[in-house]
């Protein structure tokens, strides 16, 4: 089952179900759908979920607007704030669905579906992340958003997922610390490059890079001739991570460079 699919679910399951319940499908009227109608609310949120169960994802997100413009007032315009969101998250227009989802909590911060608002947030950005070549505030903003679950609703079923893309949304962040230093290691900028390396074992010291960092340090510190910080960071790799590549890799820098230096 896809994310999506399973979003789509928890929507319609915690947050539609109460409202779904006696409304029919709506006509096949096109886009004349969104043209201004004034519409009983009934009528109105019908037409909706009928898009939305067709795939006609915008448009559904329209109506499901509307029904909040024409109906402010009536409990309709509650669920159709996150149907809203969850129709623009389906759509792939995550700005979107992050502005739905805010302008829900905003209005109903206390509402029995605000961590699904929150899951609809973190998700939206969490879908927008790029590889770790580019600018990661996207990355950062994901993970603020999932912490934010975690924090608030510990025990709901989205904290659940959110502990298990927190894990990944640090991996990804490691990875760009990670690239950034040996770039800087590449291009001789020493100094520049263990700041990097250092962050990632300070800050991401449970990620799949921890070890790598451990011996990008070793290096950087040899290469600052400061063999006893080298000896240091070799250490810790080899008591952290004894059957690694890259401790191997470090003892062998070591046994060159500072002979001295192992076992010291």
Known sequence: MTVKLSIRNALLGAAGATLLAGCGGGPDTGASDLAYVARDVESLYSAAKYRLDRGDLQLAAGLFDEVERQHPYSPWARRAQLMSAFSYYAARDYPSAIQSASRFLSIHPGNRDAPYAYYLIAMSYYEQISDIERDQAITERALQAMNEIVRRYPESPYADDARLKIDLLNDHLAGKEMEIGRFYERTGQWLAA???????????????????????????????????????????????????EWYQKAFELMRDHAPDRIGG
């Open 194 to 244: 263990q700041l990097r390396f250092q962050n990632v074992v300070e800050d991401y010291q449970t990620t799949s890079h921890t070890a790598e960092a451990l011996y990008r340090l070793t290096e950087t510190s040899l290469a600052l001739g400061i063999p006893e910080e080298a000896q240091r960071y070799s250490a810790v790799l080899g008591a952290n991570y004894p059957g690694n």
